[in-house]
């Protein structure tokens, strides 16, 4: 079974430019969710979604935003870059959205972008 | 509001000695607890997680942790450690009891293994 891909794993981006990370999941995942890891504030949550619908979102600014599609594969999309966006966006996918796989999340191994 | 603290950023085993790395949580109700392991240039790894029961869990490598609700501590441990156990290790606990994969992460605790 393929584990959770992200794509691009590296890039370069300039301040004011967007850029959008893709997910694929583990097949027969539902539930996709997005970490922002930085040095200095480690590991933060962005959002979760499960069957297309966004279920929790973290506290960044609306420049940060997804979506999920029909077959589950997630994207995310951050306008309007900032230095301080430079980080390692992780992806990570669970098999149910509740219940005793609660918190089973299984990481892909990151996009690292880097703002300058 | 929920919250996870890690004591300790960096620590430094021999190959073959004991390891406990701390966790101290802050929920007001059943938390639900887990360890990740990330290795260098990786994602995280699920090593454990202890939802209710048995305060003891098993986790894969070798790994366990003990629930204690008195001391609002997961602690995790392992017997023997291995040079393949360097790594940086996050605690979490589960945001709204569980009811989303929304994960709260303490800052980590860097370990390295001395020959």
């Known amino acids: 079974k393929a584990g959770v891909t992200q794509t691009p794993r590296y890039l370069i981006k300039t301040r004011g430019q967007q850029v959008t990370l893709s997910c694929s999941p583990i097949?027969?995942?539902?539930?996709v969710s997005w970490y922002q890891q930085t040095p200095g504030q480690g590991l933060q949550f962005l959002f979760e979604?499960?069957?297309?619908?966004?279920?929790n979102k973290g506290n960044f600014p609306g420049r940060f935003s997804g979506r999920q599609f029909s077959n589950s594969r997630s994207e995310m999309n951050v306008s309007t870059l900032e230095l301080g966006d430079s980080a390692l966006y992780l992806c990570?996918?669970?098999?149910?959205?509740?219940?005793?796989?609660?918190?089973?999340?299984?990481f892909g191994e990151g996009s690292r972008l880097t703002v300058l | 509001a929920q919250s996870v603290t890690q004591p300790d950023i960096h620590i430094t085993v021999s190959e073959g000695a004991s390891l406990e790395l701390r966790c101290n949580y802050s929920?007001?109700?059943?938390?639900?607890l887990f360890w990740y392991v990330q290795s260098p240039g990786q994602g995280l790894q699920l090593l454990l997680k202890?939802?209710?029961?048995?305060?003891l869990v098993q986790g894969i490598k070798g790994f366990e942790a003990e629930f204690k609700r008195s001391q609002s501590s997961f602690n995790l441990r392992k017997p023997s450690v291995h040079w393949s156990d360097a790594a940086e290790y996050f605690c979490?606990?589960?945001?709204?009891?569980?009811?989303?994969?929304?994960?709260?992460f303490g800052t980590g605790t860097l370990l390295a293994v001395q020959p």
């Open positions: 990570a996918s669970s098999p149910a959205g509740t219940g005793a796989n609660t918190g089973e999340l299984f």
């Open positions: 097949s027969g995942h539902r539930s």
């Open positions: 979604y499960f069957s297309e619908t966004q279920r």
């Open positions: 929920y007001g109700a059943t938390p639900y």
């Open positions: 202890y939802f209710s029961g048995d305060t």
């Open positions: 979490a606990v589960a945001a709204y009891g569980g009811a989303t994969n929304k994960l709260i």
